[in-house]
């Protein structure tokens, strides 16, 4: 396997993007995958927690966007074995305006800049992105080959997130990356107590086909916060949690679902 680019998006925060992004990409780690985290969002939220030191670094996407400097300068390790960074910072927001000024050209910058090294050098990209479906989110789908939709299960809110960001995913095949699927949505945040989840959980199982939702479904599990707030994956911090076995399962099933397509070598 090499060289596949998974966004990772919802038009709602608190879907579980970054927790989605970190913990798949340590799950990653564990399975012997090369990763690349793309942080694409400028809350760098996915930077903080795998950057020890976010002070230490020198250039992020926002030089990589704004300046003609090589995708390898901007390209971190980190303290996981296999995964690598390439950290934002909160002044790529500014770049926003000028460059949707230029679109559609400009919606290809991500893919230009990006694409073809982060393919050779890594197995899977995971690219965290804001909570919205703006300008740099569609930068991010016309360099993907796949993307992933979290969905906070007990949230109405979420859920019409999910819809729009099914519509958004297929307008940007139809016009723009011809090459982009819909991989999977996935439940996170399910707390099998209350009503609310199991009413969610019903309406999303009526709404989408079985082969488009991941079998794995997160749980609430407060050791997501807690190891957010240690700045560490899931792993590091509580490896025989809920959340962390999810989270393996999460990637053994991603694999599996890769190897079935008939044009991806797993």
Do not use: W
């Not at 000028?98 to 090294?117: F, G, N, T, V, Y």
């Not at 992105?129 to 300008?135: E, I, M, R």
């Not at 982009?180 to 996170?188: A, D, E, G, P, T």
């Amino acid at each position: 396997m090499q060289g596949i680019v998974i966004s990772i998006i919802n038009n709602k925060g608190g879907c579980a993007k970054t927790t989605t992004t970190v913990s798949l990409a340590h799950a990653l780690d564990k399975e012997g995958k090369n990763v690349l985290v793309i942080d694409n969002d400028s809350q760098c939220n996915s930077s903080t927690i795998l950057i020890n030191n976010i002070s230490s670094v020198t250039n992020t996407l926002y030089n990589l966007l704004s300046q003609n400097i090589p995708v390898t300068t901007c390209i971190y390790p980190t303290a996981y074995r296999r995964i690598s960074i390439l950290p934002n910072d909160q002044r790529t927001a500014a770049l926003e305006i000028p460059l949707a000024k230029h679109m559609p050209d400009s919606l290809l910058i991500h893919r230009e800049k990006l694409r073809d090294h982060v393919c050779k050098s890594f197995d899977i990209v995971l690219i965290d992105n804001p909570p919205n479906l703006g300008f740099f989110v569609a930068a991010s789908l016309y360099m993907s080959d796949f993307v992933i939709v979290p969905n906070e299960a007990g949230s109405m809110f979420s859920f019409e997130g999910l819809l729009n960001a099914v519509e958004f995913i297929n307008e940007i095949r139809e016009n723009g990356n011809h090459d982009l699927r819909f991989l999977r949505l996935l439940i996170s945040k399910v707390d099998r107590r209350t009503n609310a989840a199991a009413n969610i959980i019903r309406l999303i199982r009526d709404t989408f086909d079985t082969d488009q939702i991941f079998n794995t479904v997160i749980p609430v599990n407060a050791a997501f916060q807690q190891a957010e707030l240690q700045k560490q994956s899931i792993f590091r911090f509580q490896a025989n949690s809920p959340g962390a076995k999810a989270y393996r399962m999460l990637a053994v099933e991603l694999l599996s679902i890769l190897g079935q397509l008939p044009d991806i070598n797993v």
